[in-house]
C-alpha cells in the first residue's frame, strides 16, 4: 500500500492550497481517508475525515468553514482544499488511511493503517 501526498508549499496568508493524496495497493472505496498534521515539536492532529462514501464529512473546529475534504474514487485519490490560510496552519500535512467500520468517522492515529509521506504547508504573515 502507498500513499502519495503532494501540493504544498509556502503561501501567504489568506491564500490557498489543495493537497492530493493518492493512493494504490488498496481497495480505495473500502476506506475512509483522513488528513492530519503536525508542527514542529508538536503531535500529529486531526485535520478532516471521510467515509468510504464520500457521504460523512468531518473537521476540527480550526479549520471548519476554511478546509474542504473530498475524494475522486475513480482516481483513488483524496483532496484537502484550503481557503483562507493562517500562518498556525504551518505543519507537515499527512493523509491516511482506515478500513471503513461503518461508524463515526476514525479521528485518531491509532485507528489509521497507512499513511502517506507528508507535505509540507508554510503559511507566511
Known amino acids: 500500500v502507498q500513499l502519495q501526498a503532494s501540493g504544498g508549499g509556502l503561501v501567504q496568508a489568506g491564500g490557498s492550497l489543495r493537497l492530493s493524496c493518492a493512493a494504490s495497493?488498496?481497495?480505495?472505496?473500502?476506506?475512509?481517508m483522513g488528513w492530519f498534521r503536525q508542527a514542529p515539536g508538536k503531535e500529529r492532529d486531526f485535520v478532516a475525515a471521510?467515509?468510504?462514501?464520500?457521504?460523512?464529512?468531518y473537521y476540527t473546529d480550526s479549520v471548519k468553514g476554511r478546509f474542504t475534504i473530498s475524494r475522486d474514487d475513480v482516481k483513488n485519490t483524496v483532496f484537502l482544499q484550503m481557503d483562507g490560510l493562517k500562518p498556525e496552519d504551518t505543519a507537515v500535512y499527512y493523509c491516511?488511511?482506515?478500513?471503513?467500520?461503518?461508524?463515526?468517522?476514525?479521528?485518531?492515529?491509532?485507528?489509521?493503517?497507512?499513511w502517506g509521506q507528508g507535505t509540507q504547508v508554510t503559511v507566511s504573515s
Open positions: 471521510i467515509n468510504w462514501s464520500g457521504g460523512s464529512k
Open positions: 495497493g488498496l481497495t480505495f472505496s473500502r476506506y475512509d
Open positions: 491516511a488511511a482506515a478500513p471503513s467500520r461503518g461508524l463515526r468517522l476514525p479521528k485518531n492515529t491509532h485507528e489509521y493503517d497507512y
